[in-house]
């Protein structure tokens, strides 16, 4: 028989999940000073950036719709999992990415895997609480995030003066 290692952390739950959310978060915010950046220097000219952003928030919104319908057919625990290795997987990979085709390619993909990860944590949140303490789990959940989008741009920007674009993808991944 096999046997797995298991980590033990000392939260547990919902708080553990509210950990977790304020590290995707923070993942994703630390990535925001150079991600125009980056687009740019595959779209050449300003106004694209935009459009491209406007694009990457569509995606966002049709695969909201495309993972809602997995919901119920896969495990929660499973989507988070894979939507955790997938999305890292993904900013790392933006780190060699330098055409826009391949990087439109990958959004489409990171994006299924960060409503992967944003749903499930939702979820498993309101499967943990208490009735009575749903409000102020979903709520911390939501504040702890916003934190992370005041300190992962801060860091972001700070590495971002030190170090290349790619090496910043890479560090986002972590």
């Known amino acids: 028989m096999h046997k797995f290692l298991h980590i033990r952390v000392p939260i547990k739950g919902a708080y553990f999940l509210v950990i977790l959310s304020f590290l995707v978060a923070l993942s994703i915010s630390f990535l925001a000073p150079v991600f125009p950046l980056y687009i740019k220097s595959l779209v050449q000219k300003e106004a694209y950036v935009g459009y491209v952003t406007a694009a990457i928030a569509v995606l966002f919104l049709i695969s909201s719709f495309v993972v809602s319908r997995f919901l119920d057919s896969y495990n929660k625990r499973t989507l988070l999992k894979i939507g955790l290795l997938g999305s890292a997987a993904t900013v790392a990979a933006l780190s060699v ?44 959940n939501f504040t702890i995030s916003n934190c992370a989008w005041l300190i992962g741009p801060l860091l972001g920007a700070t590495m971002a003066e030190k170090f290349p674009i790619s090496t910043i993808f890479l560090l986002g991944s972590i």
Request: aromatic share 18%; charged share 15%; net charge neutral.
């Open 97 to 140: 990415i330098s055409t826009l085709h391949y990087f439109l390619i990958l959004e489409i993909v990171r994006a299924f895997f960060l409503v992967s990860i944003y749903f499930t944590i939702a979820l498993f949140i309101r499967d943990y609480a208490a009735s009575s303490n749903l409000g102020k789990l979903e709520g911390m």
